[in-house]
């Protein structure tokens, strides 16, 4: 169940890094008005998420439960921010979808298309499967539940 869990811990991240790409690319970090995520929480949830990912390999190294519920505990404000960020992305998400159905090419309400915007589904989806399946299977992980003996 841990290996389970570092490999979806991987794909996450995965998945993620590629979103975080996508923004910056889109200058969200160079032109903070122009995005509905705040460099501070992009940048919050990337750093977190991998000490997170750090801290679950020494886990597995070392076997230290302690260090696995620190592991896990730290996944908790990952998980807060990240649906934050959904929460803040789906507007985006609406009006691109609204203006490619109109067929105009249009700004926001603010005059500017925010880097977020491009980001595709599919990614933001798996990405956050990946993310739910990776918190569960590192819980059942650390409360002894499915591993193998």
């Given at each position: 169940m841990a290996i389970a869990a570092l490999i979806?811990?991987?794909?996450?991240?995965?998945?993620?890094?590629?979103?975080?790409?996508?923004?910056?690319?889109?200058?969200?970090h160079r032109q903070p008005s122009?995005?509905?995520f705040p460099p501070a929480l992009i940048f919050g949830h990337f750093l977190l998420a991998a000490a997170g990912l750090v801290l679950w390999i020494v886990y597995l190294l070392i076997d230290s439960d302690a260090i696995g519920w620190v592991a896990l505990i730290v996944l908790v404000p990952v998980a807060v921010l990240g649906f934050t960020m959904l929460a803040r992305w789906i507007p985006s998400y609406r009006n691109r979808a609204a203006i490619s159905a109109s067929g105009q090419v249009a700004a926001d309400s603010a005059g500017e298309n925010p880097p977020e915007r491009?980001?595709?589904?599919?990614?933001?989806?798996?990405?956050?499967?990946?993310?739910?399946?990776?918190v569960v299977l590192a819980l059942l992980t650390m409360l002894g539940i499915g591993g193998s003996s």
């Open positions: 979806t811990w991987i794909l996450t991240a995965g998945g993620g890094f590629y979103l975080l790409a996508k923004w910056v690319a889109g200058g969200g122009s995005t509905k491009s980001f595709p589904v599919i990614v933001v989806a798996a990405h956050g499967v990946l993310a739910v399946a990776t």
